[in-house]
């Protein structure tokens, strides 16, 4: 299993940016597909950004498609969500995931909660409009 702790959230204006980072102990984190998930007040989680193994794959919702980037650095165990042109409606607690099965391969439902193994504890984004 791999512990997952998230930062960098906050309370920013629409329109600006800010990163998201997951830091991941325990062994074999390059082997771990990684995930961003989010969840706003009365609705359920939704899929946020995806990235493969080796990095070279990443898949985003349709809604964050071109505003947010997802990236890993295997060295120091660590993802990052980086969001720009943030809107009201990114406001949400933001939840980092890991997971070696199938579930979240390629071609898979990446995009259901329920496919992911190991989650972290979240951290709060509000965007002011």
């Known amino acids: 299993q791999v512990q997952l702790i998230e930062s960098g959230g906050g309370l920013v204006q629409a329109g600006d940016s800010l990163r998201l980072s997951c830091a991941a102990s325990g062994r074999s984190f390059s082997n771990y597909r990684m995930g961003w998930f989010r969840q706003a007040p009365g609705k359920e989680r939704e899929f946020v950004a995806r990235?493969?193994?080796?990095?070279?794959?990443?898949d985003y919702a349709e809604s964050v498609k071109g505003r947010f980037t997802i990236s890993r650095d295997v060295a120091n165990n660590m993802v990052y969500l980086q969001m720009n042109s943030l809107k009201a409606d990114d406001t949400a607690v933001y939840y980092c995931a890991a997971d070696q099965s199938a579930a979240t391969m390629g071609g898979q439902r990446f995009d259901l909660p329920e496919s992911w193994g190991s989650w972290g504890q979240g951290t709060q984004v509000t965007v002011s409009s």
């Open positions: 990235i493969s193994t080796s990095g070279s794959r990443t």
